[in-house]
């Protein structure tokens, strides 16, 4: 950015709002830095901080002056380069050629998201996860990959038209590279690019690409909609399903548009405590968490999904008016969307038409901005902003700008190469200046040093994070493991976890984390973060039930963990699930009767509950008292038969354990295979093929029927000998043995029926 902002300074002046919102703009950061005694601002959260957890933070505006000061770095380098976008006045030729150098660049890096996910790993690019798409492109999310993609298809297609035109051999390369950003979105599987590749490609074939002609354009448009449409549908791509999915609105789509619309909701109801002046650039993922009253679980909000919020929340109206203003301007001077009459290959036409698909791109990343936060990474940033550039008509760039301007921006393209090579060190590991991008760097050093089992050294970098940046929870966490590996005071170590659950109020996986790694030091104090993850959880869901249960597996071997564990469980199906993860029948049985006490009457339970209750108290209690409570309660016989017709065989009661056993076993209908009228000739096809089932099955029934029990039961023997005999045939073999009076060998049969059954 810097050398090209050297090489290639601003040629013209912009309007007096262009150049006025601008700089406005690139100065709204500053006011993050502040005092907020001017405005009067007190955040109780900052009270809670300051005077529960010994956490003081500068009296700023933002809650981080270092971020918010690395931010407006970053603002003024993004405004300096729109800047110079805009003043170009590109020529024709330099316009095509720009857009050919874009569209050739997408295709690249499309190409190089294949190869970096099959063959070559690019080490700089994130690594989030290949899982549904994510980690698959340059970006950690794969809506900005896609959108930048759907954009590389408009370019190429846009084109490929202007070569075809000039009758061209480009056109051929365009035509085909095309499709190469478009695998990618397939294989990315996101959702918004791949509507916003339709909504683009049917605005550029209705506006760029065709002449005047309403039906026409329609026509077309809709075609190529629907073409697009079948492709994706017709792939058989995990894209194709997730689009099923939203347009079925099936429940975790449903649950996905509603955590969307709630975030958007809080974040709208942040901004209305500082509607001008916002909380800081750079705060929302360190404040937001406790300025909501969101209980999420297992989600952490970085960013609020949308640029617009974003601006808001971090900047208030003054960082958004002079967006606003900035747009209405630029939409005056943005390509005329008429046409003029002429050849369809003159120049002008061929210029419109160039200048018509850099709106249309720029207008889909903008667009994206309403429901994502792209345009906040700097290269999608860049990329827009030379897209803008190159939307504008030369005729309304008339004055040349001066040397003096010029001087100016070579001189600042100095300062952003300046901090291209500071920011490049970071990324390298080769310095860490007193920066909020140098944090992550020093908590990996951190981690390298505890590995190697340098503490101190450790303890030492992660004071120095904490230092440069105060509200980063996962540091405090850090340092309170380091303090127990030190075997320092156990209350410096909890101390340091309270810092970070208070930092991050809703987010329950890391009091998770925080008991498990208090069970190697002091197992007693797991209770504390354990139930602060219980709380968070929603009451009565998988994610509770599922913590719940890993906590009562770990704790099964701490004596002590027992009691307050216990008396956590907040519902019946938090009881069975302790009980299922103890091990000891002696605290298993303990545990039964304080279950007992609470729940008196079982019946009342759900079937599953009840059946996961027998089944334990099968393996691991008296089983002669659980007989005695199935026996005495009729309407629990269902949910756990199989269990009292065991313990009736291992008294020796045969026959009520098989009778018991046949009541509740499902007999499928008799299928009728062959012929069955001559059991004559069933007898000699069994003879002459003793491997084929469905002979030896058919002459089981005809014999069955008959009343001949005995040649029925020499059938079903040959017939359960084969490999492939259905679980059934036990069955009724066992239901022979029963007529037969042999209630012992009909009790084998049902044991391996039910075996066969469940094994199916």
Partial sequence: MGGAVILCPPTHRLPHWASFSILVFAFIPLVGLLPSAWFGLQAPWRVVLRESWTIFLPGTVSPDPRATFESWLVVVCGMIWLWDCLSRRHSESGRRWCIYILATGGVIVAAASWVDYYMITIPWWPRLGVAEGNGFGPFAN?????????????????????????????????????????????????RGGILLLFLGLVTWVTTAAMKQGFVRKAAVGSAVLLVAASLVFVSGSRLSDRLRSLMLEDKVSAMNSSLRLNLARETLNSVAQHPWIGHGFDAFGSIFPMMTSMKVSDVRFAHPESDVLLLLFEGGLLALLPCVVFLIGFSRFMVAWTRS??????????????????????????????????????????????????????????????SLQRGLFRFSGLGIMALGVMWIGIGFKVWTPNVSSSVPVLREQAVNQSKQGRYREALIIIDRAIWLSPLDYRLYYQRAQLLLRLRQRHERALLDFGRSRALEPNFANICYEEGKYWLSFRPELAIIPWRDCLRRHPEGSDSLHGAYRSMSEMASIYPELGPPLWSMATSSHMQLLFLGAMTSQSVWREYLAKFLHDHPNLDELEPQHQRALMIDWYGKGDRVELMKLLEGNPRMVPH????????????????????????????????????????????????FNPSDVRPGVELFHVQRASGDLKAAEITAKKVNALPDCPPYMRLELAIIYVELRDFRRAWEMVEMAMEGMADG
Avoid at 155 to 184: H, K
Avoid at 365 to 391: E, K
Avoid at 660 to 687: G, N, W
């Fill in 142 to 190: 794969r809506n900005h990959t896609s959108s930048l993609n759907a954009i590389a298809c408009i370019l190429c297609a846009a084109s490929a038209y202007d070569a075809y035109r000039r009758r061209s051999i480009l056109g051929w390369f365009f035509a085909v590279a095309f499709w190469i950003p478009l695998t990618t979105i397939l294989v990315n599987t996101s």
């Fill in 341 to 402: 009459t002429g050849k369809d290959c003159s120049p002008d036409r061929a210029s419109r038409r160039l200048m018509q698909a850099a709106a249309i791109c720029a207008g889909m990343a903008l667009l994206h901005s309403i429901f994502d936060v792209p345009n906040h990474v700097v290269g999608y940033g860049m990329h827009t902003a030379l897209l803008l550039g190159l939307a504008i008509q030369p005729r309304r760039l008339n004055e040349k700008c001066g």
């Fill in 640 to 687: 756990g038969w199989w269990l009292l017709a065991r313990m009736k065989a291992s008294a020796g009661e045969y026959e009520q354990a098989v009778r018991l056993a046949i009541r509740f076993i499902k007999r499928p209908s008799r299928p009728t295979l062959v012929d069955s009228s001559d059991s004559v000739r069933l007898e000699r096809a069994f003879l």
